[in-house]
């Protein structure tokens, strides 16, 4: 159960490396609420995306690629294609997680974690995160070309997986470009979304659950 939540909370991950500059209170809140405004106007999205996991005790890097759709309410495809097949998608009530050797469907009803932790990723793929204020401390900084996002988990369940999450948007468009994840053990992932198109049509097919 543990290894199937943190597959779900490592398909959104990654490490921004900018320099960031802090903000005062008012400009944080300001800045929080445009990102709020442009996420909730957000009512689908695809893109592609590439992950470099970093690991503590390895010097080699794991690289992937793969895409990402996501529909409003509660619909959500990550799927990775190289070097390897695997795929997680959320449908409002199930969790699939999958590849050619392994199936596992969650039903979210009957299993508050993972609706939460599916939650949480679509919170964070659309920039609604921010507005979780029960869940996570939210802070702003100025990376440049980016709004950087801090968000450290304020539950104990988070806090057991993962030390912080930021994430960057652009200040062209208030899109997210990057997700990140700081994890306990000092292990941490890069992706970094591009090609975004937004607000297109999605079909539903793509957020079935496969047949096991």
Request: aromatic share 8%.
């Amino acid at each position: 159960m543990k290894r199937l939540i943190m597959i779900l909370l490592t398909t959104t991950i990654c490490l921004v490396a900018v320099n960031a500059a802090p903000l005062s209170e008012r400009q944080q809140k300001e800045i929080a609420a445009k990102i709020n405004k442009t996420a909730s106007g957000l009512k689908s999205m695809s893109c592609t995306f590439s992950q470099t996991k970093h690991l503590s005790l390895l010097s080699d890097k794991l690289l992937s690629e793969g895409k990402m759709c996501y529909r409003q309410p509660d619909r959500l495809r990550w799927e990775y294609k190289t070097p390897y097949r695997y795929l997680f998608i959320f449908n409002g009530t199930k969790v699939y997680v999958g590849n050619d050797q392994r199936k596992d469907v969650i039903d979210t009803g009957s299993n508050r974690i993972f609706k939460e932790v599916a939650r949480i990723m679509m919170n964070t793929v659309t920039g609604k995160a921010l507005s979780d204020i029960s869940e996570f401390t939210v802070s702003v900084s100025d990376g440049n070309a980016v709004w950087i996002v801090t968000l450290i988990p304020k539950k104990k369940e988070l806090k057991k997986m993962f030390a912080k999450i930021t994430l960057s948007f652009s200040k062209s468009d208030l899109m997210i470009s990057e997700i990140n994840i700081f994890e306990k053990n000092n292990d941490r992932t890069e992706i970094r979304l591009k090609n975004i198109k937004k607000n297109i049509t999605l079909n539903e097919s793509l957020f079935t659950i496969p047949a096991k």
